[in-house]
């Protein structure tokens, strides 16, 4: 349902299309939606649950959920919405990035009259041994472009 796939033995690369295009996508389980990109099988994901979204205007999550033990972080890239952790609201918009702990009560919502765009990942949380580039090894090859 991607538009080009290359792989090579160490990378896998999808396009997608425009941000705009994601309301083509579906899923069914476990609940039907449409603009939603799992890239997970796409990609070859084994650490990691990630998807490009594009939440359509004056619409809402149609539950409130919470986790068993991984966190969620959302990365919005274009319109603006509203996003609740346990009972506390707060405004999203193009450049907010949000992390939710697996116990926090979460839903989120598109207030305004334009689609709501977001990649999502979901990690086990406390899983991650490095951070920043300290899990980098510098290789000896010269950058020739």
């Known amino acids: 349902m991607y538009a080009r796939k290359k792989q ?8 997608f299309g425009k ?11 476990p609940v039907k939606a449409r603009g939603k990109a799992f890239l997970n099988d796409i990609l070859g994901l084994n650490g990691m649950e990630v998807s490009m979204n594009s939440f359509p205007l004056q619409t809402f999550m149609p539950f409130h959920h919470k986790l068993g033990e991984n966190e ?3 990365i919005f890239v274009k319109g603006q ?17 949000v992390r939710v702990a697996p116990a926090g009560v979460r839903i989120f919502r598109n207030n305004s009259d334009e689609n709501l765009y977001f990649i999502y990942v ?18 000896e090859k010269p950058v020739e472009w």
């Not at 990690?123 to 580039?133: G, R, Y």
């Open 8 to 15: 090579g033995t160490n990378y896998t690369a999808a396009h």
């Open 81 to 97: 919405g509203q996003y609740q952790v346990d009972e506390e609201i707060f405004d999203v918009e193009e450049g907010t990035v």
């Open 122 to 139: 979901q990690a086990k949380e406390n899983s991650l041994q490095h951070n920043n580039i300290s899990d980098g090894i510098v290789v």
């Open 19 to 29: 941000w705009e295009d994601l309301k083509d996508y579906k899923i069914e389980e």
């Open 72 to 74: 969620e972080l959302y």
